[in-house]
């Protein structure tokens, strides 16, 4: 995708991006602010949160809000609470950009465990819903509203040894069709799942320690689809499941 966007694309808007301290999840964040939207920052790690807030405030962007949250423990009454709290702070919500997930390691099903699928469950789809479910009545009202779920490849192409990573990623697939359904009538409200593919993140590396970076697209190629399915410009497009390839050629 070549298209540019004018550095006011998203302005007047308030998009919330979890796992916002690194890889896609930091990546998004900036590349919101510097087109106008204010941020929530959603980590679990306040320091990580201090960094990415203080990157935003030192170009003179949009001041964000960063709320930390562990998306393993959350609760309902938690995640309520996280609504209203960006309802008290910034009036509004008109985005949500799902990049944090959980992974522990490759490893063939015999040596997986319960507490391992679960664990990959809670941050990697349970989250996501109920994230979403909370923030639905903001979003509601948005003039313009888009969801952005983060997905895998191996969520939609399963393989050996993604077990419960590649199985609760193929589960948010599931999860963005269910509510893009249930909610199509909503004409101001969107959502899609972006699989990204290979490009240089921090999971990247845990998944494919062998694989090169030059074999990989860089987060900066993946930021003009990420504003394309955030802002105006995909209005009227929900339910639909976007696979990139941004390797070199």
Same mark, same amino acid.
């Given at each position: *995708?070549?298209?540019? &966007?004018?550095?006011?694309?998203?302005?007047?808007?308030?998009?919330?991006?979890? %796992?916002?301290?690194? %890889?896609?999840?930091?990546?998004? #964040?900036?590349?919101?602010?510097?087109?106008?939207?204010?941020? =929530?920052?959603?980590?679990? %790690?306040?320091?990580?949160? @201090?960094?990415?807030?203080?990157?935003?405030? !030192?170009?003179?962007?949009?001041?964000?809000?960063?709320?930390?949250?562990? +998306?393993?423990? /959350?609760?309902?009454?938690? $995640?309520?609470?996280?609504? $209203?709290?960006?309802?008290?702070?910034? %009036?509004? +919500?008109?985005?949500? =950009?799902?990049?944090? /997930?959980?992974?522990? #390691?490759?490893?063939?099903?015999?040596?997986?465990?319960?507490? @391992?699928?679960?664990?990959?469950?809670?941050?990697?789809?349970?989250?996501? &819903? #109920?994230?979403?479910? !909370?923030?639905?009545?903001?979003?509601?009202? /948005?003039?313009?509203?888009?969801?952005? &779920?983060?997905?895998?490849?191996?969520?939609?192409?399963? #393989?050996?040894?993604?077990?419960?990573?590649?199985?609760?990623?193929?589960? =948010? !697939?599931?999860? *963005?069709?269910?509510?893009?359904?249930?909610?199509?009538?909503?004409?101001?409200?969107?959502?899609?799942? +972006?699989?990204?593919?290979?490009?240089?993140?921090?999971?990247?590396?845990?998944?494919?320690?062998?694989? /090169?970076?030059? @074999?990989?697209?860089?987060?900066?190629?993946?930021?003009?689809? *990420?504003?394309?399915?955030?802002?105006?410009?995909?209005?009227?497009?929900?339910? @639909?499941?976007?696979? +990139?390839?941004?390797?070199?050629?």
């Amino acid at each position: *995708m070549k298209q540019m &966007f004018e550095k006011d694309y998203l302005a007047g808007r308030v998009i919330l991006v979890t %796992g916002a301290t690194q %890889g896609i999840g930091r990546e998004t #964040a900036l590349a919101a602010a510097r087109h106008g939207a204010t941020v =929530v920052l959603l980590a679990r %790690g306040v320091k990580g949160l @201090e960094k990415v807030y203080d990157e935003i405030v !030192a170009e003179g962007l949009p001041e964000p809000l960063a709320i930390p949250l562990d +998306l393993l423990k /959350a609760s309902d009454d938690e $995640f309520n609470t996280l609504a $209203f709290q960006i309802k008290q702070a910034v %009036g509004r +919500l008109d985005g949500i =950009v799902h990049c944090a /997930a959980h992974f522990y #390691a490759l490893s063939p099903l015999v040596d997986q465990r319960i507490d @391992e699928w679960m664990n990959q469950y809670r941050v990697n789809t349970v989250a996501p &819903f #109920a994230l979403t479910r !909370a923030c639905l009545p903001l979003l509601k009202v /948005a003039e313009d509203g888009a969801v952005v &779920f983060v997905g895998e490849s191996h969520g939609q192409h399963p #393989a050996a040894y993604w077990g419960g990573f590649g199985a609760s990623k193929s589960g =948010v !697939a599931y999860l *963005m069709q269910v509510a893009a359904s249930e909610w199509d009538g909503f004409s101001n409200l969107r959502l899609n799942l +972006l699989v990204p593919g290979s490009v240089n993140s921090p999971q990247r590396t845990r998944t494919h320690p062998g694989e /090169a970076k030059s @074999e990989r697209g860089e987060l900066a190629d993946l930021m003009p689809h *990420m504003l394309y399915w955030l802002g105006s410009a995909s209005r009227g497009r929900s339910g @639909e499941i976007i696979e +990139l390839d941004l390797r070199p050629a």
